[in-house]
């Protein structure tokens, strides 16, 4: 059974560098049926998608994050990692990581727990 | 504003059916793109209800379905339940952000 693991800091001062990994356990990420992806949702908000990669490819991201997001694997590691630079209290939010339906169709199968990550001073 | 437009919030009663309707655009659930639904119960992420456009994962019951036309999609809950209290999300691929877009959330009280 496909399971995340995601760790990192709860709390990032403001202009730093937030750094977020999540563990897959249960399949492999160098799957060729999916890609990997970020997802957050600040307090009480919707969900906003930040990026994605498969495997081998290169990552996307969400234009107002493109600046300051970037998405890697680690294959010998099963792990997925995001780092978001120059962060503020705007990027308050609980962190998710999922992994989503490649070949057109885009859906995120399995979400992990979601890491909680508050930007303050 | 989220890109996909789903009303804040929809009620009903134990046994009723509603619908949650997720408005896109030509760029998104208008062009090729599937619509997916997702429901988030509280404190817990966010769950795959239904993938494109109408199929259910294994283990969602048939009460919840889905469908599209044009640039709209509707998820259909019938003979609620007090525990489908939660917030349901729409999705889908926008070929003009190049990436995932999700609709506001409607949170469903039964």
Same mark, same amino acid.
Not at chain 1, 52 to 55: A, L
């Given at each position: 059974q496909l399971q995340f693991q995601e760790s990192g800091p709860g709390l990032v001062k403001p202009s730093e560098t937030l750094t977020l990994t999540c563990t897959v356990s249960g399949d492999s990420i160098s799957s060729r049926s999916h890609y990997w992806g970020w997802i957050r949702q600040p307090p009480g908000k919707g969900l906003e998608w930040i990026g994605?990669?498969?495997?081998s490819g290169t990552p996307y991201y969400n234009p107002p994050l493109r600046s300051r997001a970037a998405i890697s694997i680690d294959t010998s590691k099963n792990q997925l990692?995001?780092?978001?630079? !120059?962060? @503020?209290?705007? /990027? @308050?939010?609980?962190?998710?990581?999922? $992994? =989503? $339906? %490649? +070949? &057109?169709?885009?859906?995120? /199968?399995?979400? +992990? =727990? &979601?890491?909680?990550? @508050?930007? !303050?001073? | 504003q989220s890109v996909l437009t789903q009303p804040?919030?929809? #009620? &009903? %009663?134990?046994? =009723? $059916?509603?619908?949650?309707?997720?408005t896109g655009s030509s760029s998104n659930i208008g062009g090729i793109y599937d619509v997916h639904w997702y429901q988030q119960l509280p404190g817990k992420a966010p769950k795959l209800l239904i993938f494109s456009d109408y199929n259910r994962p294994s283990g969602v019951p048939d009460r919840? #379905? +889905?469908?599209?036309?044009?640039?709209?999609? !509707?998820?259909?809950i019938s003979g609620l339940q007090v525990e489908d209290e939660a917030v349901y999300f729409c999705h889908s691929f926008d070929i003009d952000l190049g990436g995932s877009v999700f609709g506001g959330g409607t949170k469903l009280t039964v």
């Open positions: 994605n990669m498969y495997y990692s995001l780092m978001l630079s !120059s962060v @503020t209290a705007a /990027d @308050t939010a609980v962190y998710y990581c999922a $992994r =989503q $339906r %490649a +070949g &057109g169709r885009y859906y995120f /199968d399995i979400w +992990g =727990q &979601g890491i909680v990550v @508050t930007v !303050s001073s | 804040p919030s929809v #009620s &009903g %009663a134990p046994g =009723q $059916r509603v619908t949650i309707p997720c919840f #379905s +889905g469908s599209k036309s044009g640039a709209s999609a !509707s998820l259909a």
